[in-house]
RNA sequence: GGGAGUAUGGCGGAACUGGUAGACGCGCCGGAUUCAAAAUCCGGUCACUUCGGUGGUGUGGGUUCGAUUCCCUCUACUCCUACCA
């Protein structure tokens, strides 16, 4: 009898055997470089399926790099820093340090029982000093080379708890802790100078060819590129020293049909405004005070700007809470008539609707029809809704008959003419808030002297370490200005007293350049530049979609900022990157609408019950959460069916860009096919000595190899793992029918462990070892495919009117007479055909042959 | 409001630059093995059919000898983004 495939022993055997070895320890040699990089986890007590599939599938690729001849890093790391240390901190009163390293000693024991190949010799948690310091130091070039400023910003404030809040732990308006209604308040902050790289970041996208498009163009949308001009209008009377307004658009071709101004609640006009203008001061006050109003609300000041273009039009300016001053200049002009916005706005006060753009589908011959049409209501032109489309400007003075396009260029011509306006390209993207009022993350390494001057830390009094709290046993956040001890401080070469920044870094400050750190993470200065330029750019980088703008956006930046500080030289640190989908799994209710575990549902005939047989509600397929209840843990999974299989399971059925959903049944397929392999291989015990000589099936082999070496490369595991699967179903049906002998079996399993082995290494090790494989299968070179593809039979679909009738079973090197002769000849087209006529003959070699009849 | 994507059996999904639609896995059906069950193995599995065929890739049309694939129309769902002038 067979003994059926222990994992726990054989999974545990192989990995120590790894571990001893070194065999995933990398260094800089002759070899080409490859880099594998998964996003780094952050250590919140346990891993999760995400975790899984992402390091699964970043695992495949460095196997099968590997095993192409490439020196492969593969390391793996903790994004350390971060708001839920400071969570448990609270609830478990534990030290954040504490917890944060104790659940990175639990994890990585939990990946080790993945079996990865990585290189843990490079491992690093970004809360350690020895990390922090260098970005400390390069926060300190960024500030001397103003790369980082200090600016006014509203953060969220929880004025039961007094403590700020991050985004997340604002729900529906309320502190997550106390329930308190959030407010708004403004503190000065620190900001780092993105904006300057926007055009870089955007132009740059386009080398980015690994890239999937898809998060390119979320990150060219998010730094938003607008090519448009700036236009001055004179004030008729001017306010305190301010005699116009600066105005942006892109559409200076509708300028003749502008009917009012409109300036933001913080722009410096309205700031002047409200001094004299009571009703103007109380409609500003009532727009602070309404957060994330949707309703368009503007207010009528008495000031007038004179149009630029008409020597006696005047336009009323109003004070409006749609503009935004963080955007262009805070000001807009508003033409009703072809921008949505504006119509409404215009409709609400009463203002008028010039038409300057004829849709281009209506015929000239009508224009007056439809302008008059047009102007007898002025407030509903193509009825109510704004026109954006292309078309011919009407109504515009030198403009009128040119297309927009022609309009644009001849009007800001004339602005430039007349000193009046010029060309402007204006970014979305807005500089990046790096202080965070917390606890548990990197201190920010400046002083603020007696004196009131801001002054960095000097280099070599880096790093400024996090202060330790023991006994940790806090009612309410806890911050770095609540310690006072660590905060005040003296100015190294003045003597003078000083306070500590008590701000820290925003935890994408970490994430923004660890993977540069990995090349090598115990050095003293932060790297080195043989090591950088061999490894870097990371060749495949692959984690969540959710990180398609943000950290992948700030790495870019990083990229780029610590180049033209001189600490590296290249432009982009990411060449390929994947984005995988979600793991997902069915969601359960109670009858009284609460969240069930899947452990406590049991399927009985097709109905969901819970333990105590009560019916349950079988919800919607959902990511893994833990509010939802929905979590399978993968510790549990791999304990019960061993690594290979959850990572078989991984790889199977979905395509891994699309979510994955997990399911009882998948899971024991995966199981079925790992024990079927074992049984296949100690089938070969069954067979005795070879009769006589046995040739293995090359032709077969080589479509395997090919067939996954293809979809490995186009990250189409699923297709991998059908393709294996069909090739053991192959086998095992040889086996079965006893069509071939052990030297056969022996080759084919041998070299199928070479294929199997970036997606299950530890049976494949097993496998390999059994048949009495050189060294270690993680060591062996992956196959070359020898391929003869001519002389091979083929089966050539022969179609009548380009549906299929018949089969032919032929040489693919016959000619092409000779096949439409054998093909005639075939029962199931020479009935077809005889009474017909034949009009057309198509061959194309290889796929099909077609006869057009009448 | 703007942008992107997806739609194929009972289910997850295959089908290279237009060339046998449904590979592979799950499920289901039948059989073998078993005292029985689990496990395992073998066979079948798009629908209809008068067994000759006919229809079929969200809807309707087009291009082509031939369309899941290319073009247009509509529908549904998903994701991103949102007062960006």
Redesign the pocket.
Known sequence: MSSRYNHKLVEKKWQTKWEDKKVFETKINDKKKYYVLEMFPYPSGKIHMGHVRNYTLGDVVARYKKMNGYNVMHPMGWDAFGLPAENAALVEKKNPADWTYQNIKTMKKQLQTMGLSLDWKREIATCHPDYYKHEQAFFIDLLNNKLAYKKESEVNWDPVDKTVLANEQVIDGRGWRSGAIVERKKLSQWFLKISKYSEELLEDLKKLDDWP??VK??QS??I?R?D?VVIKFKLVSALSEINEIE??????DTLFGASFC?I?IEHPLTKKIIQKDKGAASFVKDCENID?????RGYRTNLFVQHPLIKDKRLPVFVS???????????????PAH????LEFAIKYGLPVIPVILPADIDLKNKSKWCKEQLKDKKKPMKGEAFVGEGILINSEFLNNKTINEAKKTVLEELIKNKIGKKQT???LRDWGISRQRYWGCPIPVIYKEDGSIQAVRKEDLPVELPKINNFNHSSSITLSDLNDWKNTACPSTGMKAIRETDTFDTFFESSWYYLRYCNPRLKEPFEKNEINYWLPVDQYIGG??H??LHLLYSRFFTKALRDLGYINIDEPFRGLFTQGMVTHKTFKSENGEWLDPEEVVVDSGVFLDKGGKKVFVGKIEKMSKSKKNVINPSNIINLYGADTARWFML????PE????W?D??V???H??I??LW?LSKSINKYSEPKKLEVFDLDTFNKLINDVSVNIEQF?F??S??????Y??YL??L???KKIGKSFLENALKNLAIIMHPFIPHISEEIWCLFGGEGLCVNASWPKVKYSINKKK????I?I?????S?LTINNSLDKNTIIKVAKNDK?IT?RIKSKEVI?T?Y?PG??L?F?IK
């Open positions: 498009e898809k163009l979320m949308n998010w938003g607008s448009g105005v942006f658009t892109t559409r200076h409109a933001s994330q109003e949707k309703i368009k809470n749609f503009v935004l001053m963080e955007y262009g200049s805070g000001a807009v002009f508003g033409c921008d949505q916005r504006d204006n970014y979305k979609i959710e398609a703008i199977s059925d979905s395509p699309r979510d994955l959903e399911t049944r998948g024991a397929a995966a079925k096919f024990n079927k049984e189409h699923n297709k793992v059908a393709n294996i699967y069909e053991v179903n095992s049906k086996v079965s029918s083929i089966k050539l679909p179609q009117n380009g549906i299929t009738r089969l199931k009935k057309r198509i194309v796929k099909i077609n057009v």
